[in-house]
């Protein structure tokens, strides 16, 4: 079975840091990039992050640059995302998905996501 | 405000057919392939069309995706009450070089 599985939100005072990672499963985790989405309550869906299969390339929604981070662990099969000097308006359910390869935005594998709340 | 303009709303009775918009710009969906997916609360968005018109392995032929210039669509024929979901399109966007999203349609099967 193909799995991604998000962990590590919470509830976060402005200004503080959290680290939300994604298990990955039941697939050729090496060969994968992966992206981070992002939904806040009664929002549509934005994109965070990606990171590339040998994790050299990372890129950035600019709402977030600069603050945000992913990274990867291909021994482990996990992405991370280290949110730093997070802001209310991070508050959102946070989705690792893989990339699809077919194309710059299609993403096929997606997990249940993990739930952020910035608030003092 | 989303880059890309989705009806927020749409409904139809089952066997209908529905059609939802998606409309961006020739950065974006005029250049680029147009993906769609399906969401459920609770879980995590599904692929449901990808290069505008292809459907993924165990995606029934009753979603087909369309495209004319800066606008895409996508089709359900013979609606079923387990199409109830919100449907978001997607695209590259040349201009800020990332993937963008629509705001999202909440399908109702009435």
């Known amino acids: 079975q193909v799995h991604l599985v998000e962990s590590g939100g919470g509830v976060v005072q402005p200004g503080k840091s959290l680290r939300l990672s994604c298990a990955a499963s039941?697939?050729?985790?090496?060969?994968?990039?992966f992206h981070w989405v992002r939904q806040a309550p009664g929002k549509g869906l934005e994109w965070v992050a990606v990171?590339?299969?040998?994790?050299?390339?990372?890129f950035y929604a600019d709402s977030v640059k600069g603050r945000l981070s992913i990274s990867r662990d291909n021994s482990e099969n996990t992405v991370d995302l280290q949110m730093n000097s997070l802001r209310p308006e991070d508050t959102a359910i946070y989705y690792c998905?893989?990339?699809?390869?077919?194309?710059?935005?299609?993403?096929?594998?997606w997990g249940r996501g993990t739930m952020v709340t910035v608030s003092s | 405000q989303s880059v890309l303009a989705q009806p927020p709303s749409a409904s139809g009775t089952p066997g209908q057919r529905v059609t939802i918009s998606c409309s961006g710009s020739?950065?974006?969906?005029?250049?680029?392939?147009v993906n769609w997916y399906q969401h459920l609360p609770g879980t995590g968005p599904k692929l449901l069309i990808y290069?505008?018109?292809q459907r993924p392995s165990g995606v029934p032929d009753r979603f087909s995706g369309s495209k004319s210039g800066p606008s895409a669509s996508l089709a359900i024929s013979s609606l079923q009450s387990e199409d109830e979901a919100y449907y978001y399109c997607?695209?590259?966007?040349?201009?800020?070089?990332?993937?963008?999203f629509g705001g999202g349609t909440q399908l109702t099967v009435l």
């Open positions: 998905a893989k990339d699809s390869g077919y194309d710059l935005s299609a993403f096929d594998i």
């Open positions: 039941g697939f050729r985790f090496r060969s994968s990039g």
């Open positions: 990171i590339s299969s040998d994790g050299n390339n990372k």
């Open positions: 020739s950065s974006n969906v005029g250049r680029n392939g």
């Open positions: 290069r505008t018109n």
């Open positions: 997607a695209t590259w966007d040349d201009s800020v070089s990332t993937p963008v």
